[in-house]
Every structure is written in structure tokens, then in C-alpha cells.
């Protein structure tokens, strides 16, 4: 069955410090990997995403996601995280033509 | 580009009122998603459109809700009758299938409804 796992609900991270989301899949083909991030009261916004090629994903607002095939996964990680990326974040995967599946998200809570 | 845009931004009603959310979609893109997010169930995917035509609707709840397409740049997701368990964020968002790729998803805003 295809699936996403995001499995931290929470993540608390003091200000300044690295942060890592995890996620894995479950998916029969080549997946196109996403993340998104929604901040409180906002709609989602896209992150960053994989198609191919280079394993290491640059996004915006300093974000950076790795693809590993052999573990499943598309870790999020970000250097040092600041108050304003206090949100909650999906990773979510799609095939080539259809909708996409989505983790339950990971709330990453700032502290001062 | 506006952006997807969604309207109202906020709907209260009573139970047992018909709701109509609606979503015009970038300019140019050819899927339409409906989402529904609660807290007890997260981001729920509840119908997706291709070109206008309903593609998937496995995920909308039950007979109360429907959703149209009547062109490429407007949507409708209809609850009649609403019911307290319905009050929740609604998202439509859009994205442009091409052959090979492309899922990006850009969502609109949302519609927080509440359901008395």
C-alpha cells in the first residue's frame, strides 16, 4: 500500500538550532517527493520538491531535503532554525499524474 | 497571478443549512483539489478534478457533499444538509498535469467553516 509517514506529531527546537523532519514512504515507482509547510492560519505552501537527479533538494527560505532510496526517506533539515518557521509541516508523495499522498504532518514548535 | 482564491474566508452557519465553498483556480491549471483538515483527521484529499471532470471522489464523507466543475476557473463543494461533524478548514487548491510531471499543488487560503 502506498503511504507516507511523518512519524513526530511534535518537534520542539530551540531557536538557532538544526532541525531535521522526518518522513518515509511507501510507494511502488519512482515517487515524486514533496514537502509543504503550513503556518497557523494559512494555507499550505510548497517547500520544496524531487523529481530526479541530485539527491540533496534546495528549497526556500533555507530549507533542504535529502532523497535516500534505500531507506525511503526524504528528510527535511534546515541549519538553524528561526522563530518564524514555527509551523506544521507535510511531506507528501505523488506519481507522475495524480493526487498526492500526503503524511499527517509534524508540528515544529520554536523555543525562545 | 492572484493565486487560488477561496470564498468565503469564514462561514458560520446552523445545522441543517446548506454551505456553499467556492475556488477559482490559477490561470492555466488543469487539476483541482478539494482538502478537508480537521484536527482529529488531518489533511483529508475530498475530490480531484482533471480538465473539469471528477477524477476521484472516494474521499468526499457522504451524499451530503457534492462539488462542481462547470469550467476551467470555478469550482463549488455544496454540504446540504450541514452538520456540526462538517465544521472544518476546506482548501481547493490547483495544479497544472502535464504528461510527464509537475504535482505541485498551490492551495488557496482556505475556508474555516463552522457548523452550529
Known amino acids: 500500500a502506498q503511504s507516507v509517514t511523518q512519524p513526530d506529531i511534535h518537534i520542539t527546537v530551540s531557536e538557532g538550532a538544526s532541525l531535521e523532519l522526518r518522513c518515509n514512504y511507501s510507494?511502488?515507482?519512482?515517487?515524486?517527493l514533496f514537502w509543504y509547510v503550513q503556518s497557523p492560519g494559512q494555507g499550505l505552501q510548497l517547500l520544496l520538491k524531487y523529481f530526479s537527479g541530485d539527491t540533496l533538494v534546495q528549497g526556500i527560505k533555507g530549507f533542504e531535503a535529502e532523497f535516500k532510496r534505500s531507506q525511503s526517506s526524504f528528510n527535511l533539515r534546515k541549519p538553524s532554525v528561526h522563530w518564524s518557521d514555527a509551523a506544521e509541516y507535510f511531506c507528501?508523495?505523488?506519481?507522475?499524474?495524480?493526487?498526492?499522498?500526503w503524511g499527517a504532518g509534524t508540528k515544529l514548535i520554536i523555543k525562545p | 497571478d492572484a493565486g487560488v482564491i477561496q470564498s468565503p474566508r469564514h462561514e458560520v452557519t446552523e445545522m441543517g443549512q446548506e454551505v456553499t465553498l467556492r475556488c477559482k483556480p490559477i490561470?492555466?491549471?488543469?487539476?483541482l483539489f478539494w482538502y478537508r483538515q480537521t484536527m482529529m483527521r488531518g489533511l483529508e484529499l475530498l475530490i480531484y478534478f482533471n480538465n473539469n471532470v471528477p477524477i476521484d471522489d472516494s474521499g468526499m464523507p457522504e451524499d451530503r457533499f457534492s462539488a462542481k466543475m462547470p469550467n476551467a476557473s470555478f469550482s463549488t463543494l455544496k454540504i446540504q444538509p450541514s452538520e456540526p461533524r462538517d465544521s472544518a478548514v476546506y482548501f481547493c487548491a490547483s495544479s497544472l498535469q502535464r504528461g510527464g510531471a509537475d504535482n505541485e499543488q498551490f492551495f488557496g487560503p482556505g475556508t474555516r467553516l463552522t457548523v452550529l
Open positions: 510507494y511502488g515507482a519512482t515517487p515524486y
Open positions: 490561470s492555466g491549471h488543469n487539476s
Open positions: 507528501a508523495v505523488g506519481p507522475r499524474n495524480y493526487q498526492l499522498i
